[in-house]
């Protein structure tokens, strides 16, 4: 059976509807989401290029830096102590910098930030890598939800006056907002104590 011209045209134009469906929006739509991730990637160094930390809370301003040996541990708190540091603390919060993305980017004007908590924030994390560059990260205050924190990256005024606040993971709130002594490498208590000395009874004279 012969089908009308009309009826021709619309199977084509249905056809070609389809497969630009297909290209465009199924298979371009992973190849825009790989992009997009690697567009929020919040900062692009490796665990192993980072050289020191310092983490600025409300309470207290803490330094790190890697250990010069390769052995445990591998940071050390320069300040306001001295001593060893807990790796499973610091590798927590190395983890969220070198792997941490943002979920989306908002374009504002620099006199809003203390709208989002970024003109006094609860934390300031700055980075030097090894090749002496240096990064920073700014947390502000949670969004409406509690879900995500507004935040800074290497913080910088754009040609239009304006300036970038990321959405970050609330987990780099919980990574910095601790007691200085969590920051500590933990006591082996078993290996501090003194051995256990029993007292000999003493003598009795026999009648």
Do not use: C
Not at 46 to 58: I, N, P
Not at 117 to 143: C, E, F, V, W
Not at 164 to 187: G, H, M, Y
């Amino acid at each position: 059976m012969k089908l009308p011209r009309t009826t021709l045209i619309l199977i084509l134009l249905a056809l070609g509807l389809g497969s630009f469906v297909y290209f465009y929006e199924i298979r371009g739509a992973t190849q825009r989401e790989e992009i997009k991730e690697q567009k929020q990637k919040i900062f692009s160094f490796g665990e192993d290029d980072v050289q020191s930390l310092t983490v600025k809370t409300k309470k207290f301003t803490l330094n790190l830096e890697r250990s010069p040996e390769s052995s445990n541990p591998k940071w050390l708190i320069k300040s306001p102590i001295s001593g060893p540091a807990n790796d499973a603390i610091v590798s927590y919060l190395m983890d969220l910098l070198v792997k941490g993305n943002s979920d989306s980017t908002l374009s504002i004007p620099a006199k809003q930030l203390g709208e989002f908590a970024l003109d006094q924030p609860q934390a300031t994390i700055n980075i030097t890598l090894k090749n002496r560059q240096s990064h920073q990260l700014i947390l502000g205050k949670s969004n409406f939800n509690g879900r995500l924190l507004y935040a800074q990256a290497d913080p910088a005024v754009k040609p239009d006056g304006n300036i970038n606040v990321l959405l970050v993971s609330t987990d780099f709130a919980n990574a910095v907002n601790r007691e200085l002594s969590e920051w500590k490498q933990p006591i082996d208590n078993s290996q501090k104590l003194p051995p256990l000395i029993i007292p000999k009874p003493s003598p009795t004279n026999s009648k």
